[in-house]
């Protein structure tokens, strides 16, 4: 079984080839620091399953599922992230992924994700389909769920403190695309400004996104 792993941490990737190596039968284990590395190995390699993490440097580990998805229909991805937040699980799922575990799961829940979702069933975490039971909650992280992909895509760069032109640089799009989508995010989510955004990516339980200094919040 061929299985790639896209972390951003090479000590993290390191630990899974361990962990997966003596756990699972002889396997071929490639690694990806970044989503566009994912997007090329898969490509080039065809992996049997994904291992995929949400806070990937450049694209995020959803755009990447999803650039990969619509190449090999038939692609097998576990994210397994630090984000617990409904939101970003529900956004992971929609795009395709078969899985999704924190990394705070026990070691045996990571083994059982693996061989599972390689079988082609789906998996998530007990906790967190018991958390809020993917139901539809009435505040402001639900208005998410009315993005399209590539919206959800640059307000999580946004949260993140990428520029307009870092944004564009990095989906390959004109930076006028990025100013148009920005405006339409800020209508559905009946935001104002960019400061407001990034606030409402709080508020929704994002904040963990938010690694780098807002310099965009500056941007209006």
Do not use: W
Request: proline share 2%; aromatic share 6%.
């Amino acid at each position: 079984m061929k299985i790639l792993i896209a972390d951003d941490h090479a000590v993290v990737r390191q630990g899974y080839v361990s962990l997966l190596s003596m756990a699972l039968e002889p396997c071929e284990i490639m690694e990806a620091a970044s989503g566009e590395e994912a997007c090329d190995f898969s490509r080039k390699h065809q992996p049997d399953l994904i291992i995929m993490d949400v806070g990937l440097p450049g694209i995020s580990g959803i755009e990447a599922a999803a650039r990969i998805l619509e190449d090999q229909k038939d692609a097998r991805i576990l994210f397994f992230s630090m984000y617990n937040e409904v939101p970003i699980v529900k956004r992971a799922l929609q795009v395709g992924a078969m899985g999704y575990i924190t990394k705070s799961c026990e070691t045996d829940t990571l083994i059982k994700a693996v061989q599972r979702v390689a079988e082609g069933e789906i998996f998530v975490e007990y906790d967190l389909i018991m958390k809020s039971s993917f139901n539809d909650q009435a505040s402001e992280s639900s208005k998410l769920q009315q993005l399209t992909r590539r919206q959800f895509e640059v307000f999580s760069m946004l949260a993140r403190g990428l520029s307009n032109d870092e944004i564009a640089h990095a989906l390959a799009i004109e930076k006028k695309t990025v100013a148009n989508t920005v405006t339409a995010i800020k209508s559905s989510l009946g935001i104002e400004s960019m400061a407001k955004l990034v606030f409402f990516a709080i508020d929704a339980g994002l904040v963990q996104i938010c690694t780098q200094p807002a310099a965009s919040v500056a941007q209006d």
